[in-house]
T-cell receptor
Framework: GNSVTQMEGPVTLSEEAFLTINCTYT??????LFWYVQYPGEGLQLLLK?????DKGSNKGFEATYRKETTSFHLEKGSVQVSDSAVYFC?????????????FGTGTKLQVIP | NAGVTQTPKFRVLKTGQSMTLLCAQD?????MYWYRQDPGMGLRLIHY???????AKGEVPDGYNVSRLKKQNFLLGLESAAPSQTSVYFC????????????FGSGTRLTVV
């Protein structure tokens, strides 16, 4: 089956530090890859996505590159802020059309301290 | 610009009571989903719908029922609540089967005592 593995948290960083959250996947087909973010007390929000190999998704200073050769989709940000404190979920869904189950990772909590 | 709205936001039930959680979306999405989120378990799919009048079971459907009588609404029912159903419930919707990403509601925190 399909699965997503994220690094264990929590991750604690000082403001302006560089962030990497690792995500690797296994899939029976050709997946689309996503990062979602969940701020305290809220639902998940789509942060970025990539649909084919070597695509780079980016949003709000976050980036992730679809690496088919290493089956990875690591999330990075050059300089984190306190407001980035949240739980980050990596996810995948298979293509093509119709309903395809979304497989979520278990989430990585990020805490940014001033 | 409401997106996905869930009601209620919080609820405490006694064991054996019933309740319905309402999810409404204003984006004309075909697909809707109910998830539960528990510590250490991530998100687990309860039921989903691929269009008005359709429903299907997800990973953890036991103890829950759903209905999608109108395209914009997706109801989750608990007929006889159990403490194991204490969780945070999220509704989501999407225009395609998931490839464009999901829009989530802000959640319902349910406690069964």
């Amino acid at each position: 089956g399909n699965s997503v593995t994220q690094m264990e948290g929590p991750v604690t960083l000082s403001e302006e530090a560089f962030l990497t959250i690792n995500c690797t996947y296994t899939a029976t087909g050709y997946p689309s890859l996503f990062w979602y973010v969940q701020y305290p007390g809220e639902g998940l929000q789509l942060l970025l996505k990539a649909t084919k190999a070597d695509d780079k998704g980016s949003n709000k200073g976050f980036e992730a590159t679809y690496r088919k050769e290493t089956t990875s989709f690591h999330l990075e940000k050059g300089s984190v802020q306190v407001s980035d404190s949240a739980v980050y979920f990596c996810a995948l869904t298979l293509q093509p059309g119709g309903y395809q189950k979304v497989t979520f990772g278990t989430g990585t909590k990020l805490q940014v301290i001033p | 610009n409401a997106g996905v709205t869930q009601t209620p936001k919080f609820r405490v039930l006694k064991t054996g009571q019933s309740m319905t959680l309402l999810c409404a979306q204003d984006m004309n999405h075909e697909y809707m989903y109910w998830y539960r989120q528990d510590p250490g378990m991530g998100l687990r799919l309860i039921h989903y719908s691929v269009g008005e009048g359709t429903t299907a079971k997800g990973e953890v459907p036991d103890g829950y029922n759903v209905s999608r009588l109108k395209k914009q609404n997706f109801l989750l029912g608990l007929e006889s609540a159990a403490p194991s159903q204490t969780s945070v419930y999220f509704c989501a919707s999407s225009s395609t089967g998931g490839r464009s990403g999901y829009t989530f509601g802000s959640g319902t925190r349910l406690t069964v005592v």
